[in-house]
């Protein structure tokens, strides 16, 4: 069974970068179909980002469209989100989410079609 492990959350001012990295054990995922999450207190988990297993496609939400890039490393078994110009906004628990369908599903925005998930990382943005 997959593992997933999240990283690189923190705390960072408004217009700031930082870079989430998924970490898989357990089982190789580079023919897994990525996501990112993001869950923010009192609302439900909300599609970020996906990539497909060649990292040929990816989707983005469009509240971070041209601001966020998800990338993978299947060398590494890892896939990244490299989040840019920081909102408040964007503030919440940030997952990163597996499906065993390279290319993915038609649901891909619902939380209830991935698999596997990481136990998330705190991404909080300042004003």
């Known amino acids: 069974q997959a593992q997933l492990e999240e990283s690189g959350g923190g705390l960072v001012q408004a217009g700031g970068s930082l870079r989430l990295s998924c970490a898989a054990a357990?089982?190789?995922?580079?023919?897994?179909?990525m996501a990112w999450f993001r869950q923010a207190p009192g609302k439900e988990r909300e599609f970020v980002a996906s990539?497909?297993?060649?990292?040929?496609?990816?989707l983005y939400a469009d509240s971070v469209k041209g601001r966020f890039t998800i990338s993978r490393d299947n060398a590494n078994n890892t896939v990244l989100l490299k989040m840019n110009s920081l909102k408040p906004e964007d503030t919440a628990v940030y997952y990163c989410a597996a499906n065993p369908f390279p290319n993915g599903v038609s649901n891909y925005l619902r939380p209830s079609s991935y698999n596997y998930w990481g136990q998330g990382t705190q991404v909080t943005v300042s004003s």
């Open positions: 990539i497909n297993w060649s990292g040929g496609s990816t």
């Open positions: 357990g089982r190789i995922i580079s023919r897994y179909f």
